[in-house]
């Protein structure tokens, strides 16, 4: 069960609040998640200096502008604390506990899990990163069907932080708000499973290169995309020519978790190929009496709902459906038709 915060424009102070309504992060081995939309399109800087330039994203008739705050973009590095608390909240869930937009986080135990340093720089860091979340703000179109909505958020609504007394000043634990866009994907389970090794990617472009593999190939055999488009959606301000240079270097180092990467220079594309570590988690006809689709269906539900991730679809359309349709294949399809039209293209 999901709940959310009563009264938004409450601040976060723990005292104030019943405890059901304050999350409390402290399950150290909880499965990596991160919201598929975050996947999708660059809402992250991939730099380590601080990015304070609008950034505009357009792709398919649907648009992107991330604002920064004075102090600057929040980085891919610091989309670890979401992680962190997507994964923590999606645990929860699937256990049927409930869960609040406001989520207490031990800074320590934040740090080991997302493979940091406990250092006082990385306390300091840490502070830094919630400071660059709370002032970036996203802004953008939804289409469905012939007409258009316009969004704008924060990646996180709030933040609070108590800090330790003493000459080090290290933080004991923050707080902090999920926006409601972010939330929302939370509680509608719209997420994908990370490789436990995400955090030992120490390259921002590594890690953005694995998201969208991720996102794209999921459990598939291979997938494969133009430089060209690979660099618009990573959201590199590389040059196209370094670009392409920095793929060649991941190809050749082969590190990357999940997938194996090809650049193939006569087609200018790249070419992820599944390590076979990403399962389709997918129930057998046994545990929930549907049989296995077809693979003509796959592909026919790919053209109903298109961009989106098929195999996600299946195992978000396996739970909502509470016994075996008479039809299934036509029934899936169905349902992704209807996804399309409701939520339109990722």
Known sequence: ??????????QLIPDRHPQHDLFICDVSDAVLKDVIQQMEHPFYSLSKKPETTIRRY?????????????????TIYDKDILIYCISQLMHQIRKGEEVSQRVRINSRDLLVFTNRGTAGKDYAALHEAIDRLAGTRISTNIR???EEQYDTFGLIDAASIRRKNGLDGRLQWCEVKLSDWVFSAIAAEEVLTLHRDYFRLRKPLER????IARKHCGAQTEWSAYVETL??????KSPLKHFRYLLKELARHDHLPDYSVELCEESDKVVFRSRGTVPAALPSSDADGIPQLSPMTLEAAREAAPGWDIYALE???????????????????GFCRKWYERKGAP
Request: proline share 8%; hydrophobic share 25%.
């Open 1 to 10: 069960m999901v709940t959310k915060t009563p009264n938004p424009d409450s």
């Open 231 to 236: 660099h618009k959606k990573s959201g590199s």
């Open 208 to 211: 953005r290169i694995y998201e």
């Open 144 to 146: 469905t069907g012939d």
């Open 315 to 333: 195992r978000e359309w396996r739970d909502w459906t509470s016994e075996a349709p008479r039809d299934p294949d036509r029934a899936f399809v």
């Open 58 to 74: 357009e792709h398919n008739g649907n648009w992107l502008e991330i604002t920064p705050s004075v102090k600057g973009l929040a």
